[in-house]
C-alpha cells in the first residue's frame, strides 16, 4: 500500500494573500449558541444539533465554544497525482493547495492548522480504491474527491465504510446520495443532468441545429452524459444521427468522427477527459470535416488547453462548468493564484479552492464529528463562490451545483455566450 503524501503547510502570522476572496457560507449554529455566557469551564455540553461544546475562559468571561481536539485537522485528499490523468489533477490539486496555504497563514480552522494527507489515485480504479485504503488509515475528518466518474462508482462503498463527508465533481449522473446509497458524497460541481441538457438547449435553441451526433468515453461520464443528451433530443422531438463510443485514453477517434460526419452531423458534441478531448479538437480540424464541434466540461480546463493549438482550438464551443478566465468578477483571484502557482487557473480549481474555503466555514461553526458536519452541509444554502460561481447544498441532498456555461473559442480567447440554470 502506498503510503499517503502529506502536505504541511507552516501557519503564519500574516496571510500572504488576502483571504477576502474566500467564499461565504451559512450553516447552522449549535444550541446553546457559540459565544454565550456558560457557567463551568471544560464543562461539555451536547447541543440539539449534536455539536460538542465546550465551556472555555476568554478574557474574563467562560463561553461555549465548538470543541475541536488539540493538534492539526486531518483533511484526506484522493487525487491523480501521478499517470495520464496528472495533468488533470494538477488543475484541482492547485485550488486545494492554494487555499489551505491561505488558511494555514492566517491561523488555521478556530487555531488549528490544516494538515492536509494526499493518496494518489493515478489512471486506475483499483488505484483509487487504494487511494481510499490509504486514508482511511489516516483517520481524516473528511474527505476531498476527484473529477472521475467511474473511479467514484468504484470507491463509493468504502466512503460508506469510512463514514466521513466526500467532495468530488464527476459529472455523471448515477453519483447521487440516492441512486449510490451512500448519504456521505457532495458533489460541487454541475452534473451531466445540468452540463448534458444545457448543451442541447443550445445547440438546438440557439444554433438551430438538427442532426446531431454523438461521442462519449466508455465510462460513466460517457456513458451517462450520452444518455442524457439522447434524453433531451428526444424531448425536442429530436434523434441523434448517431452515438460513438471510445477507450477511456483513447488516441484516435478519427474513425468515430468519420461515421458521425458520414451520418449527416452538422454537430459533433463531444463527452471525454481532457486528453481525449484535445485529441478530438485536432482530428476535426486534420480531418477537415466541415463539422461544428462542441465539448463538454473538458473545454475551459487547463489540461486541454495546453494540447491544442490556436487554430485547432478557434470556433470550438463548449458545455462547461464555468469559464472562470473569462469571468471579470474573478479577474483579481486568476492574477492571485498565478502568482502563487505560475500558471492560469480553471473551473476545478476554483470549485475546489471554493471547497476548501466552505469546510473551514462548516469546522469553525460544527466542529469535526462526521454526523454533525454532514448535517451543516446539507442545510447549507447559496453561498457565492470566486466570480460567477455559486453553490446550494441545501435543494437536493448531495448535489450543489446547478448551472452551466456555453462559451466559444476564437483562437485561445473565450467567450460566454450564455449561462443555463436547470431547476432540480
Known amino acids: ?16 494573500l488576502t483571504i477576502a476572496m474566500a467564499p461565504q457560507a451559512s450553516s447552522a449554529t449549535a444550541k446553546p449558541a457559540v459565544g454565550a455566557a456558560c457557567a463551568k469551564t471544560n464543562a461539555k455540553a451536547v447541543a440539539a444539533n449534536q455539536s460538542d461544546l465546550i465551556c472555555t475562559k476568554v478574557g474574563t468571561k467562560l463561553i461555549y465554544q465548538i470543541f475541536i481536539p488539540k493538534g492539526p485537522i ?14 488533470l489533477g494538477q488543475s484541482y490539486r492547485g485550488g486545494v493547495a492554494f487555499a489551505v496555504s491561505q488558511i494555514n497563514a492566517a491561523g488555521g480552522i478556530a487555531g488549528h492548522a490544516i494538515d492536509l494527507v494526499t493518496a494518489d489515485g493515478g489512471d486506475t480504479n483499483p488505484q483509487w480504491v487504494n487511494s481510499m485504503n490509504v486514508l482511511a488509515e489516516e483517520k481524516p475528518v473528511l474527505i476531498i474527491g476527484h473529477p472521475h466518474s467511474s473511479a467514484l462508482l468504484a470507491q463509493s462503498d468504502m466512503i460508506n465504510k ?13 453519483l447521487t446520495q440516492e441512486k449510490l446509497k451512500n448519504p456521505w458524497i457532495f458533489r ?10 444545457a448543451a442541447i438547449d443550445y445547440a438546438v435553441d440557439e444554433l438551430k441545429y438538427t442532426k446531431i451526433g454523438i461521442l462519449g468515453d466508455n465510462t460513466a461520464y460517457g456513458i451517462d452524459g450520452t444518455a442524457v443528451m439522447v434524453g433531451e433530443l428526444k424531448k ?27 451520418a449527416g452531423a452538422q454537430l459533433i458534441i463531444g463527452w471525454s477527459i481532457p486528453v481525449v478531448t484535445a485529441t478530438t479538437l485536432r482530428q476535426v480540424k486534420e480531418l477537415k470535416l466541415g463539422v461544428d464541434y462542441m465539448g463538454g466540461r473538458s473545454m475551459a480546463l487547463t489540461a486541454v488547453l495546453g494540447l491544442v493549438t490556436n487554430a485547432q482550438l478557434d470556433g470550438a464551443f463548449g458545455a462547461v462548468d464555468n469559464a472562470v478566465a473569462a469571468d471579470p468578477a474573478a479577474a483579481s483571484w486568476v492574477k492571485a493564484y498565478k502568482r502563487y502557482a505560475g500558471k492560469n487557473p480553471d473551473f476545478f480549481t476554483a470549485q475546489y479552492y471554493d ?6 466555514d462548516w469546522i469553525t461553526k460544527n466542529g469535526v464529528k462526521p454526523a454533525v458536519l454532514r448535517s451543516s452541509i446539507l442545510k447549507t444554502g447559496v453561498t457565492k463562490g470566486i466570480g460567477s460561481g455559486s453553490y446550494d ?19 485561445d480567447t473565450v467567450a460566454v455566450l450564455k449561462t443555463i440554470s436547470i431547476a432540480p
Do not use: C
Not at 74 to 87: D, E, P
Not at 162 to 174: D, E, K, L, R
Not at 355 to 360: Q, R, S, T
Not at 393 to 411: D, H, L
Open 1 to 16: 500500500m502506498k503510503k499517503p503524501i502529506r502536505i504541511t503547510i507552516a501557519m503564519a502570522a500574516v496571510a500572504a
Open 74 to 87: 486531518k483533511i484526506g485528499f484522493s487525487a491523480a497525482v501521478t499517470g495520464t490523468n496528472a495533468l
Open 162 to 174: 469510512i463514514g466521513v463527508p466526500y467532495f468530488f465533481s464527476g459529472g455523471s449522473v448515477a
Open 188 to 197: 460541487v460541481s454541475p452534473s451531466d443532468g445540468i452540463s448534458g441538457v
Open 236 to 262: 425536442k422531438g429530436l434523434t441523434a444521427v448517431g452515438t460513438e463510443s471510445h477507450e477511456l485514453f483513447a488516441t484516435d477517434v478519427s474513425a468515430q468522427l468519420l461515421k458521425l460526419r458520414a
Open 355 to 360: 471547497l476548501v474555503y466552505m469546510i473551514k
Open 393 to 411: 447544498f441545501s435543494r437536493t441532498p448531495g448535489e450543489s451545483n446547478w448551472s452551466a456555461q456555453i462559451v466559444k473559442y476564437s483562437g
